[in-house]
């Protein structure tokens, strides 16, 4: 009786144990940290309108975060309940206006691409990072990371000019150990442009990882960097 007692305690706590783990477990693998060139967006036949606060300065801006599968699918607006609050973040507002211009139109503060951010991606790393979080260790990890440094140390300047895909892959890789994936887009003369650059990151969101899956590519071997 005792025996048996015992069992049914033990079988309860080991579904307790069970259902636990698997409501805190991350259902994600990796973030990709992705950056765009400005000069790319607004060079598209959709154009671009600068943030009310003025023109951005002339690098890589962030366009996000995110959580992805290490089999290239990744979860999108996971928690409704849990909006973007920009009171939250009070303390990172300037960093964002600096690093985190939207450049849609029409012109806006910034405000509806950080809540489109936080609310299709931020929300599916929420056991791991809080809003305060998320946006601060995208921030830290933009100041760690100078692509156009890099670049331009390679000899890769925003100016018109056209340079291998291969080239710029490489210049990043030996900088930061971990070959990115580069998005291109099309100007609206036909040219392939560098658009975006996916660098992937542990679920941390604090180390840089090698990419456990790339995107397709859309870029030719010849790339545009226009100026900005
Ligand atoms: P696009 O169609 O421009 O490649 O992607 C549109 C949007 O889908 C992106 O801005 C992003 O929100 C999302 N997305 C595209 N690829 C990925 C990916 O590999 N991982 C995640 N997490 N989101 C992606
Ligand atoms: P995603 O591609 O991340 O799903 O969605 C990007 C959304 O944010 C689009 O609705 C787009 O209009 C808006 N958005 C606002 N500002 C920017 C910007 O500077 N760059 C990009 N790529 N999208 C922006």
Redesign the pocket.
């Known amino acids: 009786m005792e025996a048996q007692l015992n069992i049914s305690v033990l079988t309860k706590l080991f579904l307790v144990q069970f259902l636990l783990a698997f409501c805190v477990a991350q259902d994600f693998d990796f973030f990709y940290f992705v950056q ?1 060139w ?1 000069g790319s ?1 607004c060079d598209t036949d959709q154009g ?1 309108c600068y943030p009310s606060n003025g023109k951005p300065a002339s690098d890589f ?1 962030i ?2 975060l995110w959580p992805t599968n290490n089999d290239g699918s990744y979860p999108s607006n996971c928690d409704s309940s849990n909006p973007f609050d920009i009171s939250k973040i009070s303390d990172l507002v300037s960093r964002m206006e600096q690093d985190w ?4 139109c029409p012109s806006s503060s910034g405000t ?2 950080w809540s ?2 936080w609310e ?2 931020g929300t599916c790393s929420e056991s791991i990072l809080d809003q305060h979080g998320y946006f601060k260790s995208a921030l830290d990890l933009k100041d760690n990371l100078d692509l156009l440094q890099i670049l331009q140390s390679a000899g890769i300047q925003a100016g018109g000019g056209s340079y291998s895909l291969s080239s710029i892959k490489n210049a990043i890789e030996s900088a930061i150990g971990s070959t990115p994936w580069i998005e291109c887009n099309t100007d609206g003369s036909g040219n392939s442009q560098l658009y975006q650059i996916y660098i992937c990151v542990d679920a941390s969101a604090s180390n840089i990882i090698e990419c456990p899956v790339m995107q397709t590519g859309k870029c030719s071997s010849s790339v545009q960097f226009p100026s900005f």
Do not use: I, N
Not at 101 to 104: D, I, V
């Open positions: 765009q400005p967006y671009c801006g366009h996000g211009p939207s450049l849609a509806t691409f489109h951010e299709k991606h």
